[in-house]
């Protein structure tokens, strides 16, 4: 096989023919249609939410629940991530700079439990008003919608953990690249999905 045949864009996979360039592309196609599936798993909620808007039953409202302060700044924290990402991919087509490497997983890996934190706290506050799932339909799609891409974000979290042991104990070999290839591309989906959920859940929470 040539080795061409074994590179992927912008990355060399494997350089000692532990993974073949067939292999490694039946991987990430797999992945991709693991990703367009959990989209529509999303776009069910979506517009489930679209849907029960207006079904407040007289309870709590997203003008008066929603916190536009910690929803922007949660939105400015993953989108940073999603940058600091990057910059891990960045560092991984150089394997002479794992140090970096595990520095920028790091600083993702932060900046996403910082994000699990803050959501938690809104969270906390809607429940301290009587904003729970049970009091009406709204409430039921919003509960079902959002933390649910809260759930995304600490399996992705655990999986930089686990990532980063990988480098460390294992190193930098075809496997382990392509893992962190499939890890990218569900932390940017975690982005996209968020800032549809910033756009059409908070923003257009506004409006109501």
């Known amino acids: ?13 494997d350089p000692k023919g532990e ?9 990430l196609f797999g992945f991709w249609v693991f990703l367009m599936s959990d989209a529509v798993i ?19 409202t997203a003008l008066g629940e929603f916190k536009m302060g910690s929803a922007g700044l949660e939105t400015l924290i993953l989108l ?23 520095g920028w997983l790091g600083v993702t890996l932060a900046l996403g439990l910082v994000f699990l934190t803050l959501e938690v706290h809104d969270f906390t506050s809607m429940f301290a008003d009587g904003a729970s799932p049970m009091r009406s339909g709204f409430l039921s799609a919003f509960f079902a919608l959002v933390p649910l891409h809260g759930l995304h974000v600490l399996v992705g979290c655990l999986w930089i953990a686990v990532m980063m042991v990988q480098v460390v104990v294992i190193g930098l070999d075809a496997r382990v690249k392509l893992n962190l290839l499939r890890l990218g591309l569900f932390w940017h989906f975690l982005d996209i999905i968020w800032i549809a959920i910033f756009t059409l859940v908070y923003l257009h929470g506004l409006i109501r």
Do not use: C, W
């Open 1 to 13: 096989m040539t080795e061409s045949s074994l590179k992927h864009p912008g990355l060399s996979l």
């Open 19 to 27: 993974l073949s360039g067939d292999k490694a592309e039946n991987g």
């Open 42 to 60: 999303f776009a069910l909620l979506f517009a489930t939410y679209g849907v029960m808007l207006a079904a407040t039953a007289g309870g709590p």
């Open 80 to 102: 940073t991530s999603s940058f600091t990402y990057g910059m891990a991919s960045i560092a991984l087509k150089y394997e002479a700079r794992r140090a970096g490497l595990l």
